[in-house]
């Protein structure tokens, strides 16, 4: 079962680019037969999905943050990253990574302790 650990830049100014990196260990994001997802929860709010590279290497996002998110792999690094542009005080979450296994879904494996973002100017 692989492990996840988040990082992040904890503070981040409204409108600028957040840039978060899940490292993987004990196993390879290039070749682990998972989807990896990246999911938030705000202050006082429920878990929110935010979007997936699949095993396949195909992406998916969650419509509301379609059009600012984008997901990619490194795999010399073996990380799997998340950007989100234009941030604003609604994106002040902990931002968490995750594991699913292909073919079941809903089954998350693994998940990171989480990274504390907050968009404040």
């Known amino acids: 079962q692989v492990q996840l650990q988040e990082s992040g830049p904890g503070l981040v100014a409204p409108s600028q680019t957040l840039t978060l990196t899940c490292t993987v260990s004990g196993g390879s994001v290039a070749t682990s037969t998972y989807h990896w997802h990246w999911f938030r929860q705000p202050p006082r709010k429920g878990l929110e999905w935010m979007g997936i590279?699949?095993?396949?290497?195909?992406?998916g996002y969650h419509p509301p943050l379609k059009n600012r998110t984008s997901l990619f792999r490194d795999p010399s690094k073996n990380q799997f990253i998340l950007h989100l542009n234009a941030v604003n005080l609604e994106d002040t979450a902990v931002y968490y990574c995750?594991?699913?296994?292909?073919?079941?879904?809903?089954?998350?494996?693994?998940w990171g302790q989480g990274t504390q973002v907050t968009v404040s100017s």
């Open positions: 590279i699949a095993h396949s290497g195909d992406t």
């Open positions: 995750a594991t699913e296994t292909p073919g079941v879904p809903g089954d998350f494996v693994s």
